[in-house]
Nanobody, 128 residues
């Protein structure tokens, strides 16, 4: 498995920005897509965004399109999530994840049960 550690969360006012990082170690990082999910209190974990192993393909939840940007640096074994124009409804614990699949087909990356390695999460709180 891959060990993942998120950082960069915090408290920000609505309209502000945060940049989350996810540092990976263990199994080869660059061969698999990476995903970000989030979970708000009392709600199920939901897909936010995913990126292919090369970084050339991405998929975003409609709720964050145009505001969030995912990127990865395979040389640093790190994935980033730049979050702009934050809204109170973005408040959640954010998790990065990866799995053993290396393909970008069938939209599997939208499903949390397809990932087998998760970070501990980082709290993002957006005040109104």
């Amino acid at each position: 498995q891959v060990q993942l550690v998120e950082s960069g969360g915090g408290l920000v006012q609505a309209g502000g920005s945060l940049r989350l990082s996810c540092a990976a170690s263990g199994r080869t990082f660059s061969s698999s897509p990476m995903g970000w999910f989030r979970q708000a209190p009392g709600k199920e974990r939901e897909f936010v965004v995913a990126i292919s192993w090369s970084g050339g393909r991405t998929a975003y939840a409609d709720s964050v399109k145009g505001r969030f940007t995912i990127s990865r640096d395979n040389a640093k074994n790190t994935v980033y999530l730049q979050m702009n124009s934050l809204k109170p409804e973005d408040t959640a614990v954010y998790y990065c994840a990866t799995g053993s699949r290396t393909d970008w087909s069938g939209r599997w990356y939208y499903r949390s049960n397809e990932y087998d390695s998760w970070g501990q999460g980082t709290q993002v709180t957006v005040s109104s």
